[in-house]
């Protein structure tokens, strides 16, 4: 048996509301709002990272681990926005961990899926034997051009996941993945913001990678929406999931404890992983969560995971540590525009 052992995560205190930015830009956020689905995002303090956000998403997934961090075989950190081009993220966070020197480390890059693509790798390695537990993180302080239409949804957060084959809180059931060279979304190097293809994002980008995962992954496993408590999606926006999980039919109760782009905006790389802990902070033992991951270039990661026992064990720890994903959201501070400049753009 495979599955998540513990998890962790973590979401920066300081807030911008959506109509602050629209008005800078002198536009209308009675417009802009219902369309995105978002009302205010997440962003990072000067002194914070896609380092310092995934190291404190993992010390939050092993203050219930009954094991060491030195028992911990790999670990990957997957962002788009990595602080060092050469030099790697990930052994940054194990050396902070206290992990010792024998593990596996590598940062993962697939836009917002690089955390869950960790999770399927580490998942092959402890069903072959060739690790006991491993660390898969997805942390992102998303990048977005001033003016550009994704300043209004680009945020930061994190998300760890500890995988292993012993003391399972959710059991992996069967997992796939659907990609294809399609450049929705792309940064050349060098160029400090990235670029999209505009509605180009949506049906042959999203839509498409992930209705094939999630598709398939019905297929695989013989099962339908129906056979589900919940379901997950990545969360670019807040239409994209409801519209994905409708079209599957899935329904909106399905799919509610995971929308946590409504609150805090799209964390790229943690968005799904991120979801995915919102549920599981509800969700009870014995229930089916269908997820599915997006990352532009293109891909999607499908999910099937059943809850066990165990998870009531780390719930219990999560609002000892005030740490559940809903405290964690209600815990914040608006800033203004221009400070969100300061912040972030350095200027």
Known sequence: MIGIVSYG????????????VAAVWKKDHREIIPSLGVEEKAVPASDEDAVTIALEAARQSLTD???????????FVGSESHPYAV????????????????????????????GTAGMVAIAGMVAAGHARYGLAIGADTAQSKPHDALEYTSAAAGAAYLLGSEHIAVRLLGDTSYSSDTPDFWRRDGIRYPSHAGRFTGEPAYFTHVMGAATRMLEMTNMKPSDFDWCVFHMPNGKFPRAAAKR????????????TVDSIGNPYSASAMLGLAAVLDVAKPGQKIFMVSYGSGAGSDAFVWETTEELVKRQKVKVKNNALVRQQIENKT??????????????
């Open 248 to 259: 599957l039919g899935f329904t909106a109760s399905q799919l509610a404890p995971s929308l």
């Open 87 to 114: 030099n790697p993220t990930s052994t940054i966070v194990g050396e902070l961990l206290g992990m010792g020197h024998h593990y596996l480390a590598a940062d993962m890059e697939f836009a917002c899926k690089a």
């Open 65 to 75: 681990f009954p094991g060491a961090s030195t028992d911990i075989d790999v670990l």
């Open 9 to 20: 995560t973590y979401i920066p205190w300081y807030r911008l509301k959506l109509a602050d």
């Open 334 to 347: 608006y800033i203004s525009y221009v400070q969100y400049l300061k912040q972030t753009h350095k200027i």
